[in-house]
């Protein structure tokens, strides 16, 4: 053990997942919006209560993780929603950087070579990739402008390298499977490149305009937690985004969640439509680490 706190608790969490003999993931979904039914689509389900697992940070306690196959590909679901909803997402007082993302180093640690994210986010005004509200964007690339990374105090972690290479972070065979299952599905699909952006507050038109500069397609907060993660702990990263409005004019939380919610049914049967492609890329990650 390198007695780095991050992996003394996926050490102490991934024994005892593994001592009750549950099927290897070939995916993790790890899902911010868009959950819905589909535990409801495993077979040979099992639901295991992360409170009650060693190792598992406070934030997570009371989370369920929902295992079994999804078509007949072993996957782990999770709903990417730690802590007490009045924090916003945010870190407590003196809660380390990886915690809120800690899920992604459990599941790499359990096997899976593959994470599907899901959120919600919206359009910016971007004259090379418009991006039209109610569509699912899935992200090509990213720029992390939260101001927040999960690998802060990881130089003694044995899980992945300080500095992981992010070049091939989203995992473009698996985004073109989407593209076809999606256009097929008639679900409007389109590639965008994501603005990993600072929360919880809704954006000025100042920033949104900011971000379209720098080349971003979209806004997006809260992702760049988990990207890094799934960088460090060596997961390729599928990452879908509901788009819940333009990013023009005055926006309210309430108008954006019921979006979302317009979106979660499209992007289950997304999500749920690439459990073969799943199982293809995670053989393909395999047969590259070999």
């Not at 993790?28 to 689509?41: E, H, N, S, Y």
């Not at 800690?102 to 640690?109: I, K």
């Not at 256009?183 to 038109?205: D, N, Q, S, Y």
Request: net charge negative; with cysteine.
């Amino acid at each position: 053990m390198s007695g780095c706190k991050l992996d003394e608790a996926v050490g102490t969490a991934a024994a005892e997942i593994g001592s009750r003999a549950l099927p290897r993931p070939d995916a993790f979904l790890f899902l911010g919006t868009g959950i819905g039914m589909l535990p409801a689509k495993l077979s040979r389900a099992a639901r295991v209560q992360l409170g009650r697992i060693g190792g598992v940070p406070k934030p997570w306690r009371d989370a369920v993780l929902h295992v079994g196959f999804l078509g007949e590909t072993p996957v782990w679901i999770l709903e990417d929603a730690p802590g007490a909803p009045e924090f916003g997402g945010n870190e407590m007082s003196g809660e380390a950087p990886w915690v809120r993302a800690f899920p992604c180093w459990l599941a790499a640690a359990a096997g899976a070579p593959v994470c599907v994210h899901t959120s919600a986010g919206l359009a910016l005004e971007s004259r090379a990739n418009p991006v039209a509200p109610l569509s699912l964007a899935l992200v090509t690339d990213h720029i992390n402008l939260s101001g927040r990374t999960p690998l802060l105090g990881l130089g003694d972690s044995k899980l992945g390298p300080l500095f992981p290479d992010q070049s091939r972070l989203h995992l473009a065979s698996l985004r073109h499977s989407a593209l076809a299952r999606g256009r097929k599905l008639g679900v409007p699909v389109v590639e965008a490149i994501a603005a990993c952006t600072p929360f919880p507050a809704l954006e000025t038109p100042a920033e949104r305009g900011y971000w379209a500069r720098a080349g971003a397609d979209i806004a997006v907060q809260g992702l760049a937690q988990p990207l890094l993660a799934c960088a460090h702990s060596g997961l390729a990263v599928l990452a879908i985004v509901c788009i819940t409005d333009s990013g023009e004019g005055i926006d309210d939380v309430g108008s954006l969640v019921r979006n979302a919610d317009k979106l979660a049914p499209a992007l289950e049967d997304l999500v749920a439509s690439l459990a073969p492609d799943l199982a293809k890329a995670a053989n393909e990650l395999g047969v590259e680490e070999a």
